[in-house]
């Protein structure tokens, strides 16, 4: 059974640092694409990051270049989000999504539960 | 960056009625377009990849068409379970965005 387990979120104050973790089980994580989406509270989904199997390639929204930084560690199965920099408009419930694929994106079959980041003073 | 639209924002509709989502993006985005279920309080869930194809264990009620901008989603029979909220997804070029949106809602 796949399955992808979120966790780090938290309360933080703007201008601070979250790292966000997924570990995955159920699947070989080294073959496959990941990415991060979040979902502001009462909003729509909205594409966050991504990295190819390997990670020698990372993608980004606007919104978050330059202040998150995805990657991934094969050996622990684990997917990482490093947020700096955090405003109150990175609030938002935060999915680990696994890619049908292994570069770019094919559509994401498997997400987590989610983890709930509040950046707020 | 490609926008995508989806039409309507919120839609009214009965057990057995037919509904239809239509997304457009703001250029050719070939048949990398994607469709996602979300309930409330639950991850989203896909449904249909490559414009048409039907992710595994989806129902075969749920079909996906369209070409280069304009895409559809369409749910041949309303079921209980199906009154949720759907997004598109483009995954032709970085970033991979998302429609904002149609919600479901019984009439």
């Known amino acids: 059974e796949v399955q992808l387990l979120e966790s780090g979120g938290g309360l933080v104050q703007p201008g601070g640092s979250l790292r966000l973790s997924c570990v995955v089980s159920?699947?070989?994580?080294?073959?496959?694409?990941m990415s991060w989406v979040r979902q502001a509270p009462g909003k729509g989904l909205e594409w966050v990051s991504g990295?190819?199997?390997?990670?020698?390639?990372?993608y980004y929204a606007d919104s978050v270049k330059g202040r998150l930084t995805i990657s991934r560690d094969n050996s622990k199965n684990t997917l990482y989000l490093q947020m700096n920099s955090l405003r109150a408009e990175d609030t938002a419930v935060y999915y680990c999504?696994?890619?049908?694929?292994?570069?770019?994106?094919?559509?994401?079959?498997?997400w987590g539960q989610g983890t709930l980041v509040t950046v707020s003073s | 960056d490609i926008q995508m639209t989806q039409s309507p924002s919120s839609l009214s509709a009965s057990v057995g009625d037919r509904a239809t989502i239509t997304c457009r993006a703001s250029?050719?985005?070939?048949?990398?377009l994607n469709w996602y279920q979300q309930k409330p309080g639950k991850a989203p869930k896909l449904l249909i990849y490559?414009?048409?194809s039907l992710q595994s264990g989806v129902p075969s009620r749920f079909s996906g068409s369209g070409s280069g901008t304009h895409f559809t989603l369409t749910i041949s029979s309303l079921q209980p379970e199906d009154f949720a909220s759907y997004y598109c997804?483009?995954?032709?070029?970085?970033?991979?965005?998302f429609g904002q949106g149609t919600k479901l809602e019984y009439k």
């Open positions: 999504a696994k890619d049908r694929g292994n570069s770019g994106s094919y559509g994401l079959d498997y």
């Open positions: 159920g699947f070989t994580f080294s073959s496959y694409a």
């Open positions: 990295i190819s199997y390997s990670g020698g390639s990372t």
């Open positions: 250029q050719s985005i070939s048949n990398y």
């Open positions: 490559a414009v048409s």
């Open positions: 997804q483009q995954t032709y070029s970085s970033p991979y965005t």
